[in-house]
């Protein structure tokens, strides 16, 4: 080969790989193609952290009418019966503004308040005016509102009762006619006349019902209403009253009376009995 060609060959190579170099240049610098839009990004909720805090009930129950006795209790006891009331006794588990309730039949109509607030305390309920039996207990509440009952009593006042008999009754009188009516604690009886012939006139034993005595009552009087008539005169009466002391309870007396009046001489056995209930 002769050294023209092998120079052109040289130059040849030369010439390619100038070529391979400016090529990858080009490549190496091609622009990329332009980016794709962006979907508009959303914002997320921030995240927060709450500090821990106490646990809680899924659910909350409503105020009920058994959580106000709670822990608060009452009780009540008669301590004595006494002719003019009743006197009770209360105990409470904590200071209670107590009400004593009570009636006939049942614990209702009637209040009486109690000393207070305490946590037991005493009280008298006057019954004078009545001898029948009530029912009663003790309301009890607490400074915070709770409130509790004590189991229902039932009781009547002390009565004493009184039988007065009339053993013997006669009436002496001179002339005329004569008679006697007699009257104890609301009942009457006539058991002489009036129209009976003189000289006298006796009557059978009788005796009143008996009656409940009025509290602190110590006697009461035997009313005597005489009848006397002599013709031409007319007829004239006159009431004499005889005082009849009441014994002990559980005891009897016996008393004798002589009443004169309007020319008539009344004479009496009487038997006096107190009983206690």
């Known amino acids: ?74 009780q009540a006891r008669l301590l004595q019966r006494l002719e003019d009331g009743l006197v009770v006794r209360y105990d409470a588990s904590q200071p209670v503004t107590a009400v004593l309730v009570w009636g006939f039949g049942g614990p209702t109509g009637n209040q009486l308040q109690l000393p207070g607030p305490a946590a037991r305390g005493t009280a008298k309920l006057p019954l004078a005016k009545t001898t029948r039996t009530i029912s009663m207990r003790v309301v009890g509440r607490s400074a915070d509102g709770r409130e509790a009952a004590s189991g229902t009593l039932t009781a009547r006042r002390l009565v004493r009762r009184v039988v007065l008999e009339v053993r013997a009754l006669r009436l002496d009188f001179a002339a005329g006619t004569a008679g006697i009516a007699t009257g104890f604690l609301g009942t009457t009886y006539s058991p002489l006349g009036p129209g009976l ?62 009443v004169t009046a309007i020319g008539v001489t009344a004479r009496l056995t009487l038997r006096v009995r107190v009983t206690r209930a």
Request: net charge positive.
């Open 1 to 74: 080969m002769s050294r023209r060609a092998l120079i052109a060959l040289v130059v040849l190579a030369l010439l390619a790989m100038g070529g391979g170099v400016a090529g990858g240049l080009m490549i190496a610098r091609a622009p990329a193609p332009p980016p794709a839009a962006a979907a508009p990004a959303t914002p997320s909720a921030p995240t927060t952290t709450e500090p821990p805090g106490p646990a809680t009930s899924s659910s909350t129950a409503a105020p009920s009418s058994t959580s106000t006795t709670t822990g608060l209790t009452v």
């Open 197 to 258: 012939a003189a000289p006298s006139a006796s009557s059978e034993p009788f005796a009143f019902p008996s009656v409940a005595l009025a509290a602190g009552a110590s006697g009461s009087p035997l009313a005597l209403r005489l009848i006397h008539e002599v013709p031409p005169n007319p007829q004239r009466t006159r009431v004499v009253n005889v005082a009849i002391p009441y014994p002990s309870p559980g005891n009897a007396v016996t008393l004798t009376r002589t």
